[in-house]
């Protein structure tokens, strides 16, 4: 079993800034590609960064400039870092990645989500 376990939400004033991180544990070969989702209420989910083992990354558009996703492929971790927050970043913010459990099976896998907050 694999559990990605994320850390770091909480309620800030906009203009500031909050970094989360999410940390990949179990029965891991290899963790792939990560990335961050947030879903805001009553919205769908919405991808916000991804990055792959080699440290490409991509981001949704709204989030370029403000958004840096980053990891550490020994210690399975993937950071995203949040400036200039809005309101309308408001969310709950997911971790997710694809994972090889041995050579030949890949999953991809959810965390619990963290809240993130944002006061105008």
């Known amino acids: 079993q694999v559990h990605l376990v994320e850390s770091g939400g909480g309620s800030v004033q906009a203009g500031e800034s909050l970094r989360l991180s999410c940390v990949a544990s179990g029965f891991i070969y290899k963790v792939n590609n990560m990335a961050w989702h947030r879903q805001a209420p009553g919205k769908q989910r919405e991808l916000v960064a991804t990055i792959t083992s080699g440290g490409i990354n991509t981001y949704a558009d709204s989030m370029e400039g403000r958004f840096v996703i980053s990891r550490d492929n020994a210690k399975n971790t993937v950071w995203l870092q949040m400036d200039r927050l809005k309101a309308e970043d408001t969310a709950v913010y997911y971790c997710?990645?694809?994972?090889?459990?041995?050579?030949?099976?890949?999953?991809?896998?959810w965390g619990q989500g963290t809240q993130v907050t944002v006061s105008s």
């Open positions: 997710n990645a694809d994972v090889k459990v041995n050579l030949n099976y890949e999953y991809n896998y």
